[in-house]
Each structure stands twice: as C-alpha cells, then as structure tokens.
C-alpha cells in the first residue's frame, strides 16, 4: 500500500469507531500525511475561530491551564486532610494531577507561542533589518508548525494505543486515560493556529513598513 492510499486509510478508520482500527491505520507512514494536512488545516481554523471571536482568542487556553491548575491544587489540598486528619486518601490523589498537569501545560504553552515568550531571542532579532527579521520569524513559524505536526501525530497515536488497551487511570475505575490524552493533539492544533496568526501579524507589519519584532512580555496581554 502506498503511502497516500495509508494516509487515506486514516479518514475511514476515525469514521468507524474503533479503537483497533484507529490504532492499525495510525500506526502507518501515511498517518504523518494525513496529520501534516490536520495541523495545516487545524491551524488555519483555529485562527479564524480565534480571529472571530476575542473573547476566546484571550481567555480559552490560559482558562484552561487555570482551572486545570486549581483543580490539582485542590486535589492535593484535599489530599493533605484527607491523610493527615481522617487517616484516609483517595486513590486518584496521586495519579489525576499529572494528568491535569499535562493539560495544563500544553495549553499553557499555546497561549505563550501567541505571546511570544519561548525564546523570541527579541533583543538580538531588533538589531537586524526588516528582512532578516521577517527571515527569522518565519523559521520560527516553520519550527514551531513542525514540533505541533510531530506531536500531533504521535499523541494521536498513543491515544488510540491507549484506548484500544482500555487502559485505566491508576487507582480510579470507569475513568479512561484516552480522555486525558486526546487533549495533547487539541491543544497543538490550538497552538499551529497561533502559529499561523502570528506568522500573518508578522507578514502584515512588514508589508505595511510597522516595527515586525515586540518585546514579549510574560503573562501579558495579546
């Protein structure tokens, strides 16, 4: 089979709802394909739901790294009494952060690509002319579209691993860890159209002659 007919294997397998068959289909090179065109065109929708409504554009992902964020910090206090004062402890009190933990940091680091905060090198980059500027933005662009296209493809893999395994959450029933980890391939095509929205904000100010490199600051604002 070749690999474009395997990257076309993927679509009906995702139809079919089986974990087994995602997992065979996936398992291929044609999967690479298929998720190079799921991060493209993820990207480019994501941007306009990001592009169409401001609201979610700057409260969606560091909402969710907040709540995700609260909600280990709960467990953990919860967790603290629980042991020391009623001499008992919940059994996902250990295993539920992590997985919380990995939301939290996945969206977190999405929204930061939109902040520009992971190595901007901005100090370095404003000394250099517009195009060399535009030059390095655009590597930037094509780094980061790469490591959502690689961690796209492999975290579906492993979800679908994961499920066709029925693989449990540790000390906890009825709670798949699929669940948890369908989130990673979300986020990254969160974060490829943050890629694409700053690679076009970047486009438009060098056409345009505006300053191209900002210093980026953390935590702040879009």
């Not at 969710?64 to 059994?91: C, E, H, K, N, P």
């Not at 996902?92 to 520009?116: E, K, Q």
């Not at 679908?160 to 989130?183: C, E, H, P, R």
Request: include cysteine.
């Amino acid at each position: 089979m070749s690999i474009w007919a395997e990257a076309g294997a993927v679509i009906p397998a995702i139809f079919a709802g089986s974990a087994w068959e995602m997992r065979d289909a996936f398992y291929t090179d044609g999967m690479w394909i298929f998720c190079f065109f799921v991060t493209l065109i993820g990207g480019i929708l994501a941007n306009q739901f990001f592009k169409r409504l401001p609201f979610m554009d700057r409260h969606l992902e560091r909402g969710i790294a907040v709540a995700t964020y609260l909600m280990i910090a709960a467990i953990i206090f919860w967790g603290v009494i629980d042991r020391f004062i009623f001499s008992s402890q919940w059994s996902g009190s250990t295993t539920v952060p992590p997985f919380l933990f990995m939301i939290m940091a996945w969206f977190g680091c999405s929204y930061n690509v939109r902040l520009r905060t992971h190595l901007s090198f901005s100090e370095f980059r404003a000394k250099m002319k517009p195009t060399g500027q535009m030059a390095a933005l655009t590597l930037d662009g094509v780094l980061w579209f790469g490591f959502c296209w690689i961690a796209i493809t492999t975290s579906l893999r492993f979800t679908a691993y994961s499920a066709d395994n029925f693989q449990l959450v540790d000390g906890i029933d009825n709670t798949m860890k699929w669940w948890f980890y369908i989130t990673v391939p979300v986020a990254f095509i969160l974060m490829s159209g943050r890629v694409v929205g700053n690679w076009l904000d970047d486009w438009r100010n060098y056409r345009s002659g505006n300053e191209i490199i900002q210093t980026a600051v953390i935590g702040g604002e879009v």
